[in-house]
């Protein structure tokens, strides 16, 4: 339905159609470094961590009920969701400036290993659930159990969605590369070495996102261990982290985009991009506001 005008708004804001959801993660596993991508997900607090579980290298459909993702307040249709407002906050001087992404986390595949130059092939036994047209999807790896040495490269065969239509064998659009050393929660293609890319992987040109993986190389592979899992997101709204103990109020009412709509299941994430290195055990808090109607 949505909402017919500002008097609307206020309307159903005045019914109890509203939701806020808090949430305050604690940055592990050694200092976050300056310009690559987190998915703060993973970090203990609340929500409570994610693991990135399920059956090695197999599609897997998380939602609201998951449990690690942001709560939002439950289904509504046949209104929709929106987020109208958001705060943010970091409490050590290395948080912040920072960018934040929420996200929706439509679709993941588990256990795939950066140790292996064998290519990888997954399983779609489960197909997206939301966004299902592919519009506006966007993939990052992320590791769940740190990397050891060398710098790969990736390659992935990917089914698209464009304006005409869907194909699958579709590749990256640009040559990308990993880190060396990459820790729990970073994505190993972003940062700020030759043919990095975050925080999402570029895809083939004319297509407008992606809908499953069908394999994944990794060339010159990580040395010892490197497990990732791969995922496919909805990009919803993003969120400057500005300065340290200083609360960033965004209101989507009037930002663009205006009202980012928040789809029944919705299993909402946080991305995280330090200007600095994020020292260990900076915490970043918050929380969300949604509107139905």
């Given at each position: 339905m949505g909402f017919s005008s500002l008097d609307d708004l206020v309307t159903e804001l005045t019914a109890g159609k509203r939701w806020r959801a808090d949430f305050n993660k604690t940055i592990a596993n050694g200092a976050y470094v300056a310009g690559a991508w987190y998915d703060l997900s993973l970090l203990s607090g609340s929500p409570v961590a994610n693991t990135y579980a399920g059956t090695a290298l197999a599609a897997t459909i998380p939602d609201e009920t998951t449990g690690w993702g942001i709560y939002h307040g439950g289904n509504v249709s046949s209104d929709t969701k929106h987020l109208l407002k958001a705060v943010v906050n970091g409490n050590t001087a290395t948080v912040a400036p920072g960018t934040l992404l929420l996200v929706d986390t439509l679709l993941y595949y588990p256990t795939i290993l950066s140790t292996s130059a064998t290519t990888q092939t997954l399983t779609n036994g489960s197909a997206?659930?939301?966004?299902?047209?592919?519009?506006?999807?966007?993939?990052?790896?992320?590791?769940?159990?740190?990397?050891?040495?060398?710098?790969?490269?990736?390659?992935?065969?990917?089914?698209r969605q464009n304006t005409g239509g869907t194909d699958t064998g579709r590749a990256l659009g640009a040559t990308t590369a990993f880190n060396a050393s990459v820790g729990i929660g970073r994505f190993p293609h972003s940062g700020t070495s030759a043919n990095n890319r975050g925080p999402f992987l570029p895809l083939q040109s004319g297509d407008t996102g992606i809908r499953s993986v069908q394999s994944v190389t990794v060339t010159t592979p990580h040395a010892t261990t490197g497990t990732m899992a791969l995922?496919?997101?909805?990009?919803?709204?993003e969120i400057p982290l500005t300065t340290a103990n200083v609360p960033v109020i965004m209101d989507f009412l009037s930002a663009a985009p205006s009202l980012p709509q928040v789809v029944d299941g919705a299993c909402l994430n946080l991305l995280y991009q330090p200007a600095g290195a994020a020292a260990n055990g900076s915490i970043i808090n918050g929380s969300l506001e949604f509107v139905w109607g």
């Open positions: 997206l659930t939301r966004y299902t047209n592919g519009n506006g999807n966007r993939a990052f790896m992320v590791h769940t159990v740190a990397s050891g040495a060398n710098t790969p490269t990736v390659a992935m065969s990917y089914t995922v496919i997101c909805q990009p919803l709204a």
